[in-house]
């Protein structure tokens, strides 16, 4: 057998050096978030959190609220004022803190919060009695999901301080958010429960007196297939980088990850190939080696039946992904090493697309396009 060659990495033009990279489509973010403007009864919240889906905090959000969302919606208080940080002038909620969160930066920086407990509600109204302002505040009701914002049987204590505080100058409760558990399933019982437990909610504010303007239960899946759950506002997230839940609308995916093959080598039947020699050649072939791995996102556990897209032909993997490679069977032809080999884009040209990589790995495309490592380069357009 002849002895493999290596081939640096080579320049693809004057301008940059060849490396993985991920793409990221603004027009499809834009598109995406312009149909759920027409779609929306009321307004349109832009879910930015973890990094805008991995496509970007500050890109996610700029083109949102260029694209007609009116909200900004982050987890953490940290996160909130990231969103803050990058200028936008909008309202930007935060709903998940620890009692003891800073509060107190929070509301300086005018950020909306979730209040899910009367612990919550306590902390709120201390920060802004010290501080002397009101702040304002979005009661989070647990709709059935057992996870988030207050249980139903906490939740008349929860309005009624809440409606004291807002007397006493502390607080201005603005909303009242839910969320569904099922939502993906239209149709299904639990989205009825949920969005009745919502309007009882609602209905238990009014009669402490609250007069909650923005009244906010639904995601995509549920923006997208049950109008009723609207209200006075939207929160979406994966639908603005393409992403439905409920599969039962075409929306534009906006990532394209790309990385140039570093090395080919020609291998005889019966070689073992990567850690564990997991894949064996059942016939001489050609193999080519991408610098990306586990670290940057692509997911060791869909070794077994994952694609790249090679010089137009989809190649599968061949052997266990490693942290920082990944070897693809080429079969008969070979490419010239620095081809740009596409791991996942929107499907145009035949490439896999990032529900691909979902299904291989018995997940759901949000962990897909969350989870692209640090070190890949990312490309705005
Ligand atoms: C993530 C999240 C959303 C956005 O959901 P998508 O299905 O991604 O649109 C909305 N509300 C809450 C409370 C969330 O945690």
Redesign the pocket.
Known sequence: MKAPTIHPRRPRNATGVQEPTLEIDLAAVAANTRRFVRQAHGEV?A?V?ADG?GHGLHAVARTALAGGATWL?A?SIAEALAVRGTGVEAPVLS??NPVEADVTTACRHRIDLAVPSGRHLAAVVEAAARAGYRARVHLQLDTGMAR?GAAPEEWPDLVRTARRAESAGHITVVGV?G?LAR?AEPGHPANTTGLRAMLRGVETAGQAGLRPSTRHLA???A?LTDPDTHLDLV??????VG?D?SGSTRLRSALRLTAPVVQVRRVPAETGVGYGHTHVTDRATNLALLPIGYADGLRRDTSEGARVLVAGRRCPVAGVISMDQVVVDLGDDPVEPGTEAVVFGPGDDGEPTVDDWAHWAGTIP?EIVTGIGHRIRRSIR
């Open positions: 919240m879910v959190k889906f919606g987890t709903w998940l988030d958010m969320h939502a995601a995509t899946a923006t929160r979406i997230g994966a639908g603005l992403i839940p949000h």
